[in-house]
């Protein structure tokens, strides 16, 4: 079987060009002129979990793992009665040729059956990888809204082991997720915008 994964994904290999430069002539671009062309930071973990986008992923995940496990299942329970079916056809009292007959037998049969695993569980981490790219995807035209209003051409993951330190004015998270709420259908979300803080009781 497919172990159960954790249902947090790793969302932070974004990097976004966020093409917000202004066009000649804007009458908007000298209130931007400070940090144009600067980098920006988002923390989608962070986002997915203010928006449940999290909980979505691990349950269609989850979901997942559940089809390939039993697709397993049954691949197991037909080698099986294959190996007993076999076990019949040679009676009660088996010769030591037989004997390792059988054995051969069971051994090609678990090969196969852990090479049927690695693959559902090939498959399982292409499943994961693309939730993961369509959540990106589905972000990316908010991510380059919210950095052309700060004037930021550039988006790179919030990193905590990479950076140091971040700038209040250059972290677009909560504002990402203002902005996915916007969207979002008024009986989607009925609670108001809680801090993101509050997101790590989930974790």
């Known amino acids: 079987m497919?172990?159960?994964?954790?249902?947090?994904?790793?969302?932070?290999l974004l990097i976004l060009a966020?093409?917000?430069?202004?066009?000649?002539?804007?009458?908007?671009?000298?209130?931007?002129?400070?940090?144009?062309g600067g980098v920006g930071v988002v923390d989608l973990?962070?986002?997915?979990?203010?928006?449940?986008?999290d909980l979505a992923m691990s349950a269609e995940a989850?979901?997942?793992?559940?089809?390939?496990?039993q697709e397993l299942a049954q691949l197991q329970s037909a080698m099986n009665r294959h190996l007993a079916g076999k076990r019949d056809e040679l009676g009660e009292d088996?010769?030591?040729?037989?004997?390792?007959?059988?054995?051969?037998?069971?051994?090609?049969?678990?090969?196969?059956?852990?090479?049927?695993?690695?693959?559902?569980?090939?498959?399982?981490a292409r499943y994961k990888q693309e939730l993961v790219e369509?959540?990106?995807?589905?972000?990316?035209?908010?991510?380059?809204?919210?950095?052309?209003?700060?004037?930021?051409?550039?988006?790179?993951?919030?990193n905590d082991a990479l950076?140091?330190?971040?700038?209040n004015e250059v972290d677009l998270t909560d504002d990402v997720v203002l902005e996915i709420r916007k969207l979002q259908p008024a009986n989607a979300e009925e609670s108001t915008v809680a801090p993101l803080g509050e997101t790590a009781a989930r974790d």
């Open 2 to 12: 497919i172990a159960r994964l954790s249902p947090l994904f790793g969302l932070s």
């Open 18 to 36: 966020a093409a917000c430069s202004q066009p000649a002539g804007n009458p908007h671009q000298g209130s931007r002129s400070a940090n144009a």
């Open 45 to 53: 973990d962070s986002v997915a979990k203010a928006i449940g986008k």
């Open 62 to 69: 989850e979901q997942k793992i559940a089809q390939l496990n």
């Open 94 to 124: 088996l010769t030591d040729a037989q004997k390792r007959q059988l054995l051969v037998a069971k051994a090609k049969l678990e090969s196969q059956y852990r090479d049927k695993k690695a693959i559902a569980e090939r498959k399982f």
């Open 134 to 158: 369509q959540f990106r995807e589905e972000t990316k035209p908010i991510l380059r809204e919210v950095a052309a209003r700060r004037g930021l051409s550039i988006v790179i993951p919030k």
């Open 163 to 167: 950076l140091l330190t971040v700038a």
